[in-house]
């Protein structure tokens, strides 16, 4: 937004002292406001036009929810809690980019709604492709990210209606109006009615196959159209080919998109084999020009098919069946058959909700109230929404090599956005599904293997080099130290150990570590050789601690000693006088001007911030998770360092979704997601149970603006997990600190035997933990080991409503 000029000066009285200005002068000062007017309006008017219509779009639908569509589909006992709206809304830039359509668990296929603005006609906000606020539908897409800030897939978009498709339709774009109030989704299944062509739409999917079922209640002839060559948030896709093959009931294809991510390595190709339960009676492909009937192949960066059926006097029910694959079609016909084949719409969902019953039965909880049980099976369902299953039936997938290969013995994944995940996700899958950490593991070793380097965000079947750091290897490190084996993690180890002591070559697919020659010859990224050179230095520094503790599990002393020593390295960025880490150059001196409160985001050119990533100085003044201890010791004393921290909670901003997060706690941070339990390490651990009880209740809820940023893949999600049980992983290691458990009683499900987590005294006053025991012996510290609990047991807190003076 443009600054309002300031009003002139007024001129000099006559008795005035001074000159005063000629007539010509005062008449180039009006021509120049009225110019500098001009262009303000020019400026402002859109401006403030754009926002405030995003602001009357997030005030029309805040504490708006979606009506309960009656269809004969309903949700499981836990499936019940978890609403998928919530975090598909609030204000786009915070925006938890979550999407409520249908998949199974972890599976290839994300079955959902594309919406766009009515006001705007844009598409939609939200990275994932649905954004609550939207009144428009696209259609129904069948691949994206969840919860991330990138826009990938939107792969293969069907949209029913009641007459076939015109090429000057689609080139204007096609919509259908819905409202939320005939809207409903729960784990494997989303539903809406669109009140255009009186259509109730449904969707449920397996793992690899999308399945629709459109129920025609109005007049007109039944169309379904599917457009090939569709991407979400418009990205350009390329090489569009369609097949009717009307004795069959079946249409065949394939495109290369390029979103975000599939961009940066030449994109992403996906086939698919789609089949109606029914024949169509009348069918039209289209390409880059033209729209023709009765053609059974098109090709173009433009492609699709109109299905017409036959008209009837009564509702009419089709079901539709999308399979993909990344190998062929032929690949994508026999996932088709594998994992669909004769089943209809209500038995594919069947097996869905009871997969998803599976999952969310990995943690069963007792007490609290209706909303805490809603966000918490909500987060808990989406920590299995990514990473993403990418190899078929019969174990074939495209390795970052973008060769085929075959998975044996393990599922290949992908999307795994580990910069985020790593801290949260990852630590929640050893403990309630080690074996799916280990194929991710697995999948991670196999990339390493196939295409050089581990990775850092792998996506698809390319690098993205998303973010930064190496966060594969804490990661890594962090399974194997609690306990997920059969991997092989010398090779993991080995990638990791050449990628920490010297840069990737030239022209490599992946970025490694950048700079970091320059950290282990100063001791830190220095700031006039490095971008980003803090928040690298303390990213860097946290993945060498993980490197030590798994070469020390692994016999490694030499190396142990070596990258111990390079883990403190973060300590060279610690400026004393102004107790931050801050941007240091190659001859010692620390950057100025400094000015730690002020956000990345608003530093477009990067003048103050171009050290940090995502934050600010203050938030990154934390970053040092793996050495609390350290940390604390850069500071006076542990009382100065409780007073800060203490600060920057009590300084942030309690609303959900804020417009600005602001310099202080921001729960929708990566760096800094973890400050609340560094207060048990400094010796106050009632501040990490009322800080860590605070986030739950400030920056959490039921709405679809229920989450206070980008989810990023499960992240914020598998906090609010761990959080409500009242432990947080100290990634890297076999370590949980103990914090504030929300529920009187929780059971988690583990391999040998369940870990019972009971918090006695247990109401909404009562954050504070007096005692704990752990199967019956009273702890006297505040972290307890992966091994003490992970063959089952109690762990029992008593609470109240002050802090505990032991």
Not at 243 to 267: C, K, M, N, Q, W
Not at 471 to 492: E, H, K, M, N, Y
Not at 502 to 509: K, L
Not at 563 to 576: D, E, I, M, V
Request: proline fraction near 7%; glycine fraction near 10%.
């Amino acid at each position: 937004m443009a600054p309002i000029p300031p009003a002139p000066a007024p001129s000099a009285a006559p008795d005035s002292p001074g000159p005063r200005p000629s007539r010509n002068r005062k008449s180039r000062i009006r021509s120049i406001l009225r110019i500098l007017g001009a262009l303000a309006l020019i400026i402002l008017v859109p401006s403030l036009a754009f926002v405030g219509a995003l602001a009357w779009k997030y005030k029309s639908v805040v504490g708006a929810g979606p009506g309960r569509l009656h269809t004969r589909a309903q949700p499981g006992e836990l499936g019940r809690w978890m609403d998928p709206f919530i975090g598909t809304g609030g204000i786009p830039w915070v925006c938890g980019n979550n999407f409520p359509g249908a998949m199974a668990p972890l599976g290839m296929v994300r079955l959902g709604p594309e919406t766009a603005s009515l006001l705007t006609r844009r598409r939609a906000l939200n990275t994932s492709g649905y954004y609550y606020g939207d009144e428009q539908l696209l259609g129904f897409s069948h691949t994206r990210l969840n919860g991330t800030g990138a826009t990938d897939g939107g792969h293969f978009l069907v949209l029913p209606s009641t007459g076939p498709v015109s090429l000057e339709a689609r080139r204007k774009g096609r919509y259908e109006t819905f409202s939320h109030r005939e809207e409903s989704a729960f784990p494997g299944y989303y539903a809406v009615h669109l009140p255009g062509p009186d259509v109730l739409a449904e969707l449920t999917a397996t793992r690899r196959v999308g399945v629709h079922r459109y129920t025609f209640n109005g007049a007109g002839i039944p169309h379904l159209s599917l457009d090939v060559a569709n991407a979400l948030g418009g990205h350009r896709s390329h090489e569009g080919k369609v097949r009717v093959l009307p004795d069959r009931h079946e249409i065949e294809g394939s495109v290369r998109t390029f979103g975000t991510f599939a961009g940066r390595y030449g994109g992403l190709t996906v086939h698919f084999v789609a089949r109606c339960n029914r024949p169509f009676s009348t069918f039209s492909t289209w390409d880059d020009t033209t729209l023709t009937p009765d053609r059974p192949e098109a090709a173009g960066d433009a492609a699709g098919v109109d299905l017409g059926f036959a008209p009837a006097n009564a509702p009419q029910i089709i079901e539709f069946e999308v399979a993909l694959s990344h190998v062929s079609v032929a690949n994508a016909r026999a996932n088709l058959e594998a994992e669909a084949g004769v089943r209809d719409f209500d038995a594919v969902l069947a097996q869905a909700q009871h997969e998803w019953e599976d999952r969310l039965a990995s943690v069963r909880v007792e007490g609290g109230s209706a909303a805490q049980r809603t966000i918490f099976y909500t987060a808990l369902g989406r920590v299995f929404q990514m990473p993403t299953l990418f190899n078929d039936v019969d174990g074939s997938y495209v390795g970052l090599d973008h060769r085929v290969h075959t998975a044996s013995g393990f599922n290949y994944y992908t999307d795994l956005s580990i910069w985020d995940t790593f801290r949260t996700v990852h630590p929640l899958l050893c403990l309630i599904a080690p074996e799916v950490q280990r194929d991710i593991c697995v999948s991670l070793t196999t990339m390493a293997g196939q295409g050089g380097w581990l990775p850092r965000w792998p996506s698809g079947s390319g690098y993205s080099n998303s973010m930064l750091g190496t966060p594969a290897d804490i990661l890594i490190a962090d399974s194997w130290l609690r306990g997920v084996r059969d991997f092989d993690v010398g090779a993991a180890y080995q990638s990791m150990r050449r990628t920490a002591l010297a840069p990737t070559p030239p022209g490599s697919a992946f970025s490694g570590r950048k700079g970091v020659d320059d950290y282990i010859r100063y001791g830190y990224c220095p700031t006039d050789r490095v971008n980003e050179s803090v928040a690298r230095t303390l990213e860097y520094a946290w993945a060498d601690h993980s490197i030590a503790r798994l070469a020390e599990a692994l016999g490694h002393r030499e190396d142990a000693v070596l990258f111990g020593a390079h883990a403190q390295f973060y300590r060279n960025l610690w400026n004393p006088e102004t107790r931050y880490f801050q941007p240091r150059d190659t001859r010692g001196r620390f950057l100025e001007p400094f000015k730690p409160l002020l956000l990345t985001y608003f530093d477009s050119k990067g003048k103050y911030t171009k050290d940090y990533v995502e934050g600010s100085a203050l938030q990154w003044r934390w970053g040092v998770p793996h050495d609390a201890p350290g940390l604390i010791s850069l500071f006076p004393n542990r009382e100065s360092f409780v007073s800060e921290l203490d600060d920057f909670f009590s300084k942030s901003d309690p609303s959900l979704g804020a417009w600005s997060p602001g310099p202080y706690y921001w729960q929708g941070n990566q760096p800094d997601i973890h400050a609340a339990y560094l207060f048990n390490d400094a010796g106050r651990p009632d501040l990490t149970q009322k800080w860590a009880r605070w986030i739950m209740d400030h920056k959490y809820g039921t709405g679809h603006d229920g989450l206070d940023g980008n989810d990023d893949g499960g992240t914020l999600s598998a906090w609010y997990v761990f959080s409500a049980l009242g432990l947080y992983p100290v990634a890297g290691s076999d370590t949980y600190q103990l914090g504030s458990p929300l529920f009187g009683r929780a059971e988690v499900r583990l391999k040998q035997a369940p870990l019972v987590i009971l918090a006695m005294n247990q109401a909404p006053a009562n954050c504070y933990v007096q005692k704990v025991w752990l199967n019956g012996a009273e702890l006297d510290r505040r972290w307890i080991r992966h091994s003490e609990i992970v063959a089952g047991g109690e762990l029992k807190f008593e609470m109240g409503a002050r802090p505990s003076v032991r």
